[in-house]
């Protein structure tokens, strides 16, 4: 098994936020299409909301918004600790070189300009998602191994 097995996208939800409907419907057709469980947020507020009963394991978003930039979005989600470790890839016609910084300084993952390529895109979300899943796996042997050194100590 690849690294990349690890990730099942039947198992993955993925929140799409982006302001325009037409951009909403496209990647929600394509990552359907590839099997990924989608919700949709039509706004940085929105987005926003749909987190508090939402836990997402990936969120592409939009960097330019009219009620709340994405850089905002992204800001709120990074400073959240219930969120931060949840990736996110803007996706932007911006060519702002400034805008790809600021993004990444506020711990966006990745960036996609558009248009982008549909194999580009699902390559960029399998890996993104791939290194939280093995993320969470070295977390869960650390807790293993503390709690045997712990045990281990107490005898």
Do not use: W
């Not at 496209?26 to 009963?53: C, F, M, P």
């Not at 939402?54 to 979005?73: A, R, T, W, Y």
């Not at 600021?102 to 979300?125: C, H, M, Q, T, W």
């Amino acid at each position: 098994m690849s690294n990349l097995d690890l990730v099942n996208p039947e198992e993955s939800v993925i929140l799409i936020v982006d302001d325009l409907k037409q951009n909403l419907k496209l990647l929600n057709i394509i990552l359907e299409s590839a099997h990924y469980q989608t919700s949709l947020a039509l706004s940085g507020k929105d987005a926003l909301e749909r987190l508090k009963v939402l836990n997402p394991d990936l969120i592409l978003l939009d960097l330019m918004m009219p009620d709340i930039s994405g850089l905002e979005v992204c800001r709120r989600i990074k400073s959240n600790p219930e969120y931060e470790d949840i990736p996110v890839i803007f996706l932007t016609a911006s060519v702002e070189e400034n805008h790809l910084i600021e993004a990444y300084s506020l711990g966006a993952n990745d960036y996609v300009n558009k248009p982008f390529r549909k194999p580009e895109l699902l390559a960029r979300i399998k890996t993104q998602l791939t290194l939280r899943k093995q993320s969470k796996l070295i977390q869960e042997l650390l807790e293993k191994i503390e709690s045997l050194q712990n045990s281990q100590h107490n005898k």
